[in-house]
């Protein structure tokens, strides 16, 4: 069982990003998925979240109506697109799977049971 996080780098401020999440040696389909963010010397925190059935997507204030994420079951991967970018959006970004929930259920917080590596996001002023 892998997650595995890309699509960080350095964007300028007001740029855009779309991180990938890849999983492989198990099936997406039946999990929601989560993108957490870690800042340097700061807690880590949850940004967003989308149910299994795509119904149900959950963001942290901070990056409503900035970022979107969505999913590709058939590719079993996960997307956070990031538009207008500002610099306190710089931190490792890393994709998570909780426990299993309802088909309609997420949460941007709580435990998860799965991470990936992370990727560097930095944003320039």
């Known amino acids: 069982v892998q997650l595995q996080a890309s699509g960080g780098g350095l964007v300028q401020a007001g740029g855009s990003l779309r991180l990938s999440c890849a999983a492989s040696?198990?099936?997406?389909?039946?999990?929601?998925i989560n993108w957490f963010r870690q800042a340097p010397g700061k807690e880590r925190e949850g940004i967003s979240c989308?149910?299994?059935?795509?119904?149900?997507?959950q963001y942290l204030d901070s990056v409503k109506g900035r970022f979107t994420i969505s999913r590709d079951n058939a590719r079993n991967t996960v997307y956070l697109q990031m538009n207008n970018l500002k610099p306190e959006d710089t931190a490792v970004y890393y994709c998570?799977?909780?426990?299993?929930?309802?088909?309609?259920?997420?949460?941007?917080?709580?435990?998860?049971?799965?991470w990936g590596k992370g990727t560097l996001v930095t944003v320039s002023s």
């Open positions: 998570a799977v909780p426990p299993l929930v309802g088909r309609d259920d997420c949460a941007i917080t709580g435990h998860m049971d799965f």
């Open positions: 040696g198990f099936s997406l389909d039946f999990y929601a």
């Open positions: 989308i149910s299994s059935s795509s119904t149900n997507r």
